[in-house]
């Protein structure tokens, strides 16, 4: 292979590249025909390693987290990697099954400060070092070019939208979404200025706002709830709305607050649902004319902010459907189906518990009356139970015990001493139990213990009956 005859063929043409990703994507054509490598060139745009051009293979890694794989590695430390096994190197990213070495350079501004990669990769037998510096000395024309033509791409406003999306998903509070979703605004449209606004509750200022986001803030404190209310309202009933840029021109009523702190631009969309939604303000106190797609960007940026607020809102629901009995302190439907999911068959017991007569109670006392005898007979089933069995109210005088043995006739001594708890206090209570069978889904097995309660129900109350197994 005649190496100076490589770089010249590729080097040939980058001075005519007019942009980037032409001096990338000729860079690899014409390497391409020197060798059968897999040739890729990774930028380095905002946080990420982006592949600008690529031929030889099936697919691409369109985007590499910094430091990730022999690529990230090579980025990372300015240091070209040779790899005549990639089997052995455990940063090997795998793009073709059959590929076995792979050599990796740092492409350089001419700084010396690393820009990206040329990365080739090989699946027959090659002699690394040759290429070593042949694919240097392309890279280094690579950055020079680069440099000369404005350095790497910027990252185009979707990918930023991406970028952001990944922030909104993992924030861990409402608040933390709104913030998120305000910054993305602002840096995809290019306007100064975003608020969110869900529930009647305008999202947190950022730490250093600006003058125009803290007169809004403050006119829109003045004007009141209605007027925030008028603006959810509009939007959700016409749509996403932007202003030309043009003078002369008055706003609609609803937005004379906003008008008053000085907003001459503003993009406004509506966010979730009508009766719990709200609405993305995206302003700025010049005169702009915001494009069609800038609306489309905020439009979908409004969707992934209330699809991770509509998550932090049903997690907070699990969560508190989890929660203990607000009444007796016991655990309830939430845990209760985790623990019974995890239910061994032969081993794991339930004991589905009625408290008899509770209806008379509370119809004859009341249901504050009901209610102590309640909290009562849960201390006294828990008293009787062992060291780690587990009780929970599923219903309102249902109770249901989650018990350990080593045999059913366990069990059932187990249920007498609830029931014998039981008439300590001055009540009784019915009781089946049934053992989970091999295959046996949670909900059929307590089905079982309820039939075998409601047995002992019909036979007089106040008993314990074993379902057959």
């Known amino acids: 292979m005649d190496h100076q005859r490589v770089i010249r063929d590729?080097?040939?043409?980058?001075?005519?590249?007019?942009?980037?990703?032409?001096?990338?994507?000729?860079?690899?054509?014409?390497?391409?025909?020197?060798?059968?490598?897999?040739?890729?060139?990774l930028l380095a745009v905002h946080d990420r390693l982006r592949c600008v051009a690529a031929t030889g293979a099936w697919q691409v890694f369109a985007t590499v987290p910094a430091g990730t794989g022999i690529v990230?590695?090579?980025?990372?430390?300015?240091?070209?990697?040779?790899?005549?096994?990639?089997?052995?190197?455990?940063?090997?990213l795998p793009v073709r099954p059959d590929v076995t070495a792979e050599l990796c350079v740092p492409v350089l501004d001419p700084t010396g400060r690393a820009i990206g990669v040329l990365d080739l990769q090989w699946s027959e037998p090659t002699d690394l070092e040759p290429w070593r510096e042949t694919a240097q000395r392309l890279a280094d024309g690579l950055g020079a070019r680069i440099a000369a033509l404005g350095g790497p791409p910027a990252e185009s406003r979707s990918e930023k939208l991406l970028r952001h999306a990944a922030a909104l998903s993992s924030a861990p509070t409402e608040g933390e979404v709104m913030g998120a979703a305000a910054r993305a605004a602002r840096e995809v449209s290019t306007l100064s200025t975003a608020l969110l606004l869900i529930g009647g509750q305008l999202g947190p200022s950022p730490a250093t706002p600006s003058d125009l986001e803290t007169r809004i803030r403050a006119e829109l404190a003045a004007a009141g709830p209605a007027a925030l209310d008028r603006m959810v309202e509009r939007a959700h009933r016409y749509g996403a709305g932007y202003t030309l840029g043009e003078a002369g021109h008055p706003p609609t009523e609803d937005y004379r607050p906003l008008t008053r702190a000085g907003v001459r631009t503003l993009v406004a969309v509506p966010v979730g649902?009508?009766?719990?939604?709200?609405?993305?303000?995206?302003?700025?106190?010049?005169?702009?004319?915001?494009?069609?797609?800038?609306?489309?960007?905020?439009?979908?940026?409004?969707?992934?902010?209330?699809?991770?607020?509509?998550?932090?809102?049903?997690?907070?629901?699990?969560?508190?459907?989890?929660?203990?009995?607000?009444l007796t302190g016991l655990r309830h439907t939430g845990p209760f189906g985790q623990r019974i999911a995890a239910a061994t068959p032969g081993r794991t017991a339930l004991l589905a518990i009625d408290v008899d007569g509770f209806k008379t109670v509370n119809d004859t006392y009341g249901h504050q009356a009901g209610d102590r005898v309640l909290v009562g007979l849960a201390r006294a089933l828990e008293g009787a139970l062992r060291h780690g069995d587990?009780?929970?109210?599923?219903?309102?005088?249902?109770?249901?015990?989650?018990?350990?043995?080593?045999?059913?006739?366990?069990?059932?001594?187990?249920?007498?001493r609830l029931t014998e708890a039981a008439r300590r206090i001055g009540r009784t209570i019915s009781v089946g139990v049934a053992l989970p069978r091999p295959g046996e889904t949670p909900d059929r097995t307590l089905k079982r213990a309820d039939q075998a309660l409601y047995a002992v129900k019909r036979q007089g109350r106040d008993?314990?009956?074993?379902?057959?197994?």
């Open 463 to 469: 008993g314990v009956l074993l379902s057959a197994a």
């Open 273 to 326: 649902p009508t009766d719990a939604g709200g609405v993305l303000l995206v302003a700025d106190e010049r005169a702009l004319r915001p494009d069609p797609t800038t609306v489309s960007l905020m439009e979908l940026l409004a969707g992934q902010s209330w699809t991770s607020v509509d998550r932090l809102r049903t997690l907070a629901r699990l969560r508190e459907q989890a929660s203990s009995d607000p």
């Open 10 to 41: 590729v080097t040939v043409r980058l001075p005519m590249a007019s942009s980037t990703p032409e001096a990338c994507r000729w860079t690899v054509t014409a390497l391409s025909r020197h060798t059968p490598a897999t040739i890729s060139v």
């Open 72 to 92: 990230g590695r090579v980025y990372a430390t300015g240091t070209p990697a040779v790899v005549p096994d990639v089997t052995v190197d455990p940063d090997y």
């Open 390 to 416: 587990e009780l929970y109210r599923i219903g309102g005088d249902e109770f249901v015990a989650v018990i350990e043995v080593s045999r059913p006739e366990e069990a059932v001594r187990i249920a007498e």
